[in-house]
């Protein structure tokens, strides 16, 4: 059925006249906090996957390859919710039992490599990724570790949904602490402990804005400087048994948390540091066990997002083992869905938009012709990723399921591949960088730009309708997947990406007054946004800048293509880029957005980009006096 569109309201609320009618109707699942575009899309693709492995399971349908035939004996294994109700906490017990061992910062120490394999929780994070001076190889990068609630700027004491979202976490884990066989006042002190050394953390690691500014990502440490962030814990032997070497440098993401290391982690404060490992155990790990804490384990995620209620036990079953074997997943969706035709046809399309892009730069007015000239280099240099990979990732292989009949339960099997994916990650450490290996699956309905290494990844769910379909006029396909594949490109250009050079290496590669005018373009950006009020906040202007910076490109670039075809048609262009953000949520969860996402909200995503382009305002006749009427002194444009 075709979309009910109310003409008379384009000149209001583009968002409204499009979607009103949608959103009059739009229910939200019970088991989700939003529905919408890229949600009907993610349900439709899980409803198909489960019909298929339905079938995997009953032996309908054979494995294609030895990857899923582990993921089949997985996928059953996690179904097998007798035998999960069985085991009850046994398969937990292990790894609280090696937490509550420690009895001094020396005990950890001693075993901090081997604990940071196993995957239990630590005061600090490490990862290993392109290194930011250097793409051709993998660097380590340390950074603080993650908070309980959602942002630090949730610790400030006047914050109201802290307020509400704390004692539920509290309540939560008191349950599952009890799930789990403590006592309740053991559990109590725990949870006290635990959550007075979160806050301890908090002031140390950066806000969801200052993480969102990629200029202060790069912090290289020695390993020394490393090591002497705290007296408590050998952080070098740690290192170099990870990475089996020995780094010159370390990236630290948030060099003001290893500047506090030594304060956080002091004698007074080990049996506090204890609990909150135990508390973060008890938290990640308790939603692998019976049906009682699954559900438990959820109640404080659907207060912070206003789902209603837990995903059903089939549900579950599903994310949890296409979670695990998400490129498996991903390449077999890719296969059976999508193929190798409509790989090729959109791996052209894109490098339509990259050749719009190259054009637009050549005639830009503001960028000088060196810059001008990088600028070129980097899209000609831009790795294009689409579909799904060429082959599964070899780590998949090394996945072998213990199943029940051999002792295993969903728990030992999880630690078992979290371990060998952590040696695997640590293994790249100082190895050339992989350009071909993929970060997202192909089930997924998302796109990504990836500045260290200089590519756009479109997976093939996002490549259907409405965002792309042969049954849509070229403006729709344009407005939808056109805008979405020139956002990806003019990330390669916005004030986290521009500074990144055609390597993917952190280059200034801009003329000092080309930078200047491009940021003084970016402040208009950060100001159009900045204080926009929505579900009863206001957008944060330079948390959101990047993603605005992309849209407003990709959809200036999308327009300038869907202008070069010979059935070019400018009102359905700008109707379908305002329905590829149809979204309805609850308001816990755009309030929680508003606070930590770096995407504006999806109705002001297509509101106020098409105000900065002329031809929506010619195409709709749109005059001053008109509430979407913007002064063309006003219109921000970048790219």
Not at 33 to 42: I, K, N, R, V, W
Request: proline share 4%; aromatic share 10%; net charge negative.
């Amino acid at each position: 059925m075709a979309d009910k569109i109310d003409h008379s309201l384009i000149k209001t609320d583009l968002y409204d006249a499009v979607n009103g009618e949608w959103l009059k109707t739009a229910t939200i699942p019970g088991d989700h906090s939003t529905t919408g575009g890229f949600t009907d899309l993610s349900d439709s693709i899980e409803k198909t996957l489960m019909a298929d492995f339905k079938d995997l399971l009953a032996g309908k349908l054979k494995p294609q390859n030895a990857e899923m035939g582990e993921f089949k004996k997985f996928y059953e294994l996690v179904s097998n919710f007798d035998k999960r109700e069985q085991d009850g906490s046994t398969p937990l017990k292990p790894y609280l039992d090696r937490i509550e061992a420690l009895n001094s910062y020396q005990d950890l120490s001693d075993q901090l490599a081997d604990w940071i394999l196993t995957g239990l929780p630590t005061p600090f994070s490490l990862d290993i990724d392109s290194d930011m001076k250097g793409s051709h190889n993998y660097a380590l990068f340390a950074s603080g570790p993650r908070l309980f609630l959602p942002d630090k700027t949730y610790y400030d004491k006047d914050n109201q949904a802290a307020k509400q979202l704390m004692p539920v976490l509290e309540k939560m884990m008191a349950q599952l602490f009890k799930l789990a066989g403590f006592g309740d006042a053991k559990a109590q002190q725990i949870i006290e402990q635990a959550t007075a050394f979160d806050k301890l953390i908090a002031p140390h690691v950066k806000s969801a804005e200052e993480g969102a500014d990629y200029s202060k990502m790069y912090n290289p440490r020695t390993l020394d400087q490393i090591d002497n962030s705290t007296d408590q814990l050998d952080l070098k032997t740690a290192i170099t048994s990870l990475v089996h070497g020995t780094p010159e440098k370390i990236i630290a993401t948030e060099p003001a948390y290893f500047d506090a290391l030594n304060d956080l982690l002091t004698a007074d404060h080990f049996q506090m540091m204890k609990s909150w490992m135990l508390f973060k155990a008890v938290m990640g790990l308790s939603g692998y066990l019976t049906e009682e804490q699954r559900q438990a384990s959820t109640i404080y995620s659907r207060a912070m997002s206003g789902r209603k209620e837990a995903r059903s036990q089939a549900k579950s079953a599903y994310d949890l083992a296409t979670g695990v074997f998400d490129q498996v997943v991903g390449d077999y969706y890719g296969r059976k869905y999508f193929g190798e035709t409509a790989k090729q046809d959109v791996h052209d399309m894109v490098v339509k938009m990259v050749n719009v892009y190259k054009k637009r730069l050549a005639n830009n007015t503001w960028l000088g012709k060196a810059t001008r000239e990088k600028a070129i280099l980097k899209l000609d240099k831009l790795g294009i990723q689409v579909g799904y990979p060429d082959k599964i990732d070899a780590l998949y292989s090394k996945f072998k399921v213990t199943p029940a009949s051999d002792g295993g339960s969903v728990l030992s099997n999880l630690m078992t591949f979290t371990r060998i994916r952590n040696e695997d990650d640590f293994a790249r450490w100082n190895q050339p960088v992989d350009q071909t290996r993929w970060e997202m699956s192909a089930d997924t309905v998302n796109a990504y730009f990836h500045p260290f290494y200089n590519i756009i990844v479109f997976p093939a769910a996002i490549l259907q309708a409405p965002f792309y379909s042969l049954k849509q006029s070229s403006s729709e396909n344009f407005g939808g997947i056109g805008a979405v594949i020139a956002h990806e490109i003019s990330h390669a250009f916005d004030n986290n990406g521009s500074l990144f050079d055609e390597n993917g290496s952190l280059n200034n590669w801009w003329t000092e007054a080309d930078n200047q005018h491009f940021h003084e373009l970016a402040e208009n950006m950060i100001k159009e946004f900045n204080g926009l009020p929505y579900a009863g906040q206001k957008v944060n202007g330079k948390l959101t800048v990047s993603e605005n910076i992309a849209d407003a490109g990709g959809l200036s670039c999308a327009l300038e293509a869907a202008k070069g075809e010979p059935d070019v048609d400018l009102n359905a262009f700008f109707l379908n880029w305002a329905k590829i953000w149809r979204q309805k949520a609850t308001p816990e969860r755009e309030q929680l957005l508003l606070s930590i996402d770096v995407h504006a909200p999806s109705k002001l995503r297509a509101n106020v980009q098409v105000q900065n382009l002329d031809d929506f305002f010619s195409t709709f006749d749109i005059q001053p006096g008109d509430k979407m009427y913007k002064a063309p002194a006003d219109r921000v444009k970048i790219w």
